[in-house]
Every structure is written in C-alpha cells, then in structure tokens.
C-alpha cells in the first residue's frame, strides 16, 4: 500500500512565477491536509479538503494562493507570483475520515521550494 | 488558545540514556495528541498517539505521559539510540471534528554513542 505521494519533490522557482504542488493520498483516503514547514520551525496548517470541497482554508494566505482536490487525480496547492518568502518545505497529509480513530494523519515527503 | 508549547528545543542525550520532550496545550478541547518524528529532508513519520481518556500510553521504548488537569503531555525516549537523533513534533487537535494538527515548534534530539 503506498503511501501519500507528493511531487515534484524539489521545485526551484523566480520571483513571479506561479509553484503547481501535487498530493495523491493514500489509497482510500478522503481527507487531504496541507501544511507549510519554514527552515527551524514547526509545520503549520493551510488548508483541509475533501473531494472537490474545500472544508477549512483558514491557515492560508489570503493572496495568491489556493488549493483543489479534484474528484479525480490529486489535489493541488497552487501559489501564484511566488516570492521569495514562499521558499520553503509543503507537506501534504491524508487521513481515511475525519473523526473517530481513523483520523490519524500520515504525511508525504514533502515538496521543497526554492524561490529564487 | 490553539498554541502548543514544545521544550527544550533541542537535547543531547547519551546512548542508552532517557530522552523527555514536553508540550503543553491551552485548548480543552484537543482530544487527540499524537507526536511525530521527522529525519532531515523527510517527510513526519507518525510515531505514538494518546487520547485524553489515558494518562500514559506504551509502544517499545516510547511512551507518552499525558497529565489533563495541567494540560500537558511529555514524550519519553528509553535507551537512546543513535537512529533515534531527529527532530520530534508534539501536536493536537479536535479529532472528532477533524480539525487539523497543531503542531508544537519541534526538538531536536541528538543522541551520542
């Protein structure tokens, strides 16, 4: 069974370009979580969604950035007109429900950007 | 409210020594507390889980101390291993509302042989 899958694994990005991330969740999950790591600091939260619903986008900034998790295919974190505070690592995480003991989180490796 | 407190933030530990991480939480309504370990240039990697219900929770050398009236939980590391040096993330959330994790900022742990 594999597990999340995230890709590109490294994306290297100027300054006004637009970063396209892909998530494909483990097999049988639903629920897609998008999280920002910046270097020395703790992962923070952006944004959960489900198939083709958005359920909290509180953790993301208001400009530039959006999310989709489509009926089929992978769900994409998009950031538009990068800039160089964007550089860091984005992890994606997918659980079977929300709720109950099979909530549990398991997270991708991660796509490192570099926005130069 | 949604903030979880992480320390030290980093630790060096002997081999086969004891390694203790803190955490402490302010919302009450966290009611599910899982800590993660992290190898650099990985993704985190799901390592131990508790629910409030409990006050500890046992899985080989690892073991999580969970106190709820001083809103705190603890990971303790037995017999340090080298392979055990990464960075540990505490973290929280309303898993019944299937809220997202908040995590704590992280320890780096280095265990010497």
């Known amino acids: 069974n594999a597990g999340v899958m995230q890709n590109p694994r490294h994306l290297v990005r100027r300054r006004g370009q637009e970063a396209r991330l892909r998530c494909s969740p483990m097999?049988?999950?639903?629920?897609v979580y998008w999280y920002r790591q910046l270097p020395e600091e703790g992962l923070k939260f952006m944004v959960y969604?489900?198939?083709?619903?958005?359920?909290?986008e509180s953790g993301m900034p208001k400009e530039r950035f959006s999310a989709e998790f489509p009926k089929e295919g992978p769900s994409i974190l998009r950031i538009q007109q990068v800039v160089r505070g964007d550089s860091a690592a984005y992890f994606c995480a997918s659980s079977p429900r929300a709720g109950g003991p099979e909530e549990t989180q398991y997270f991708g490796p991660g796509t490192r950007l570099l926005v130069l | 409210q949604q903030q979880v407190k992480q320390s030290p933030q980093s630790l060096i530990v002997q081999k086969g020594g004891i390694s203790i991480i803190n955490c402490a939480y302010e919302n009450t309504a966290f009611d599910y507390f899982p800590w993660y370990q992290q190898f650099p240039g990985k993704g985190p990697a799901l390592l131990i889980a508790i629910r409030p219900d409990v006050s500890e929770k046992k899985e080989g050398r690892f073991t999580i101390s969970f106190n709820k009236s001083a809103k705190q939980f603890s990971l303790h590391i037995m017999d340090s291993q080298p392979g055990d040096s990464a960075t540990y993330f505490c973290a929280a959330s309303i898993a019944q509302a299937g809220t997202a994790l908040i995590f704590g900022k992280g320890t780096t742990l280095s265990v010497s042989s």
């Open positions: 969604l489900q198939k083709e619903n958005i359920i909290d």
């Open positions: 097999k049988g999950h639903s629920h």
